[in-house]
């Protein structure tokens, strides 16, 4: 059983464009269902296909599974079944010896950043980079697959703290 144990943090966009970064993976992901119980996503990452079901989010917890495809058939399928798209570049970034995967979300998300670490336990401890900001890991507004539904861009003022 795979089981994704996972925190998202905002970013300080002004320490964030401080920092060297490597090459980002541009990444494209589509909803083929998106419920409060479960969601199964295709996503293209460069020249690389993947179809992932996850499970409700409890606590900071829940069961992935994720599997490589072929990118045409991601490709086709974003097409075709994904009514709910997102686009990002993602940085792979160490950091004290975790790996941190920080997302620049495009098109209607633009100008959203959002850093997160994945974990072997809910209470595995670790260093913030200095570029972390706000922990946004229980509001559901930042969950990939609602800012397919309600993109960054709708937001109203004020809302972006909303759960």
Not at 80 to 92: A, E, L, P, Q
């Amino acid at each position: 059983m795979g089981v994704e144990i996972e925190r998202k943090y905002l970013l300080n966009i002004e320490k964030w464009n401080a920092v060297a970064k490597p090459t980002p993976r541009h990444l494209v992901q589509g909803y083929i269902l998106k419920d409060p119980e479960r969601t199964v996503r295709v996503r293209v990452a460069d020249e690389q296909g993947y179809i992932t079901i996850k499970s409700k989010t409890t606590g900071i917890s829940r069961l992935e599974y994720e599997y490589g495809i072929p990118v045409t058939d991601a490709r086709e399928l974003i097409t075709h079944f994904c009514g709910m798209v997102i686009t990002k570049n993602r940085y792979n970034v160490q950091y004290a010896g975790k790996l941190w995967e920080v997302d620049e979300f495009l098109t209607d998300n633009k100008g959203l950043f959002i850093a997160e670490i994945e974990l072997k336990h809910e209470t595995e401890t670790f260093d913030l980079p200095d570029w972390v900001g706000e922990e946004v890991t229980s509001i559901k507004k930042y969950f990939n697959s609602n800012l397919s539904v309600k993109p960054y861009s709708t937001w109203s003022s004020g809302e972006e703290k909303m759960e």
